[in-house]
């Protein structure tokens, strides 16, 4: 049974930095891709950022492009999202997630693409 547990979330001033981790255990050997969603309070989740866990390869949202990085550890089955330049409207719930089925570039940032989801870390970012 594959379980992701997020970590690392925390309040911190704008223009501050984190670092989110998602430890994969179980069968995760079929990952395609994982990615990294928030939901703040009165709000749809959202896609942040997602890596092909076999190349590495990231995409992210327009939102976090260029402050946000997405990272990934096999050996360690670890999911990384380096957040700087924090801004109050990064204030959410941080959720990772597994997908095991195609994973392309089109569709990544769609709900229903992934098999598995953590429980969610909070960060909170005030001006």
């Known amino acids: 049974q594959v379980q992701l547990v997020e970590s690392g979330g925390d309040s911190v001033q704008a223009g501050g930095s984190l670092r989110l981790s998602c430890a994969a255990s179980?069968?995760?050997?079929?990952?395609?891709?994982m990615a990294w969603f928030r939901q703040a309070p009165g709000n749809e989740r959202e896609a942040v950022a997602l890596?092909?866990?076999?190349?590495?390869?990231?995409f992210y949202a327009d939102s976090v492009q260029g402050r946000f990085t997405i990272s990934h550890d096999s050996a360690k089955r670890t999911l990384y999202l380096y957040m700087n330049t924090l801004k109050p409207e990064d204030t959410a719930m941080y959720y990772c997630?597994?997908?095991?089925?195609?994973?392309?570039?089109?569709?990544?940032?769609?709900?229903?693409?992934?098999?598995?989801w953590g429980q969610g870390t909070q960060v909170t970012v005030s001006s």
């Open positions: 997630a597994a997908m095991t089925g195609p994973c392309n570039s089109g569709t990544w940032k769609s709900e229903i693409r992934y098999n598995y």
């Open positions: 890596i092909f866990w076999q190349i590495g390869r990231p």
């Open positions: 179980g069968y995760t050997y079929s990952f395609t891709c």
